[in-house]
């Protein structure tokens, strides 16, 4: 997920639309990590970003508004997905992409920020499953070539491969509060790949009933069918 610390540097053709856009989600990434979610006001934001409040409150609606949007765009500006030929080499790929993103000083204070904020407010966790959703479908990419190739077994949750990379080092950096390098994120895609080789992640098959199961099922619908003839003789 690697990506510039500053949206600034970042912007696109369209005229003023997109330059009000630009600076109003880099002001909102700067109230975000001074202040956190709960601090996040629209008029700050508004301020910082020499924009009119109008224009702010009109466009995005709330501090959860611009929090999506800014989440958005990080999705958008992070690295596509690695595609180099190896399981191991496009695992190792991303662990260094999110790596990089959780020890930016500027991106991971965001994340943390976001984060935080999701624990307990629903908006915040809205804009953060859609970042991760589509991160994860992004790199869920490179597992599928792996599996195409051979390297991973048929029927592998590419998703959950991509999940259970960067889980150790999101937990490190949120709940332990212990340090994350190159070793740890190496570490962590290794091992996620041995998992994944073993066929941790296979899906389960659909459960297929037994001979003795379609006889009884069978059995019942006959009974169901007689008992509703003999009804509709009685009946008649």
């Known amino acids: ?18 330059r009000v856009r630009e600076a109003v989600l880099a ?19 508004a301020a910082r970003a020499g924009v009119g409040k109008t224009t702010v409150y009109r466009r995005w609606g709330s501090p959860a508004g611009l929090v999506a949007d800014l989440m958005t765009e990080l999705a958008e500006q992070s690295s596509p ?12 790929a991303n662990a260094a992409s999110v790596l990089g993103a959780v020890t930016d000083r500027r991106l991971g204070a965001t994340f943390q920020a976001v984060i935080a904020a999701a624990t307990c407010e629903e908006e915040a966790a809205a804009a953060l499953r859609a970042f991760y959703g ?6 869920a990419r490179s597992v599928e070539r792996a599996v195409e190739r051979g390297e ?3 029927g592998t949750d590419a998703a959950e491969v991509v999940r259970a990379v960067s889980a150790p080092l999101y937990y490190r950096l949120l709940v332990t509060k212990e340090p994350v390098d190159e070793d740890v994120a190496a570490r962590s895609a290794l091992q996620a790949l041995a998992a994944a080789r073993a066929g941790a992640f296979v899906r389960p098959a659909p459960a297929v ?23 509709s003789e009685m009946r008649g």
């Open 209 to 231: 009933a037994s001979s003795a199961e379609r006889g009884r099922s069978t059995s019942v619908r006959v009974q169901n069918v007689t008992t509703a003839d003999q009804g």
């Open 152 to 154: 991973l077994p048929e």
């Open 1 to 18: 997920m690697e990506q510039e610390s500053r949206l600034a540097g970042m912007q696109r053709p369209g005229g003023r639309t997109a």
């Open 27 to 45: 002001a909102t990434q700067d109230e975000l990590v001074e202040r956190g979610f709960h601090g996040l006001a629209m008029d700050q934001v």
């Open 81 to 92: 997905h690695a595609d180099t030929g190896s399981a191991e080499a496009d695992l190792r």
């Open 134 to 139: 589509r991160r994860v479908a992004e790199w």
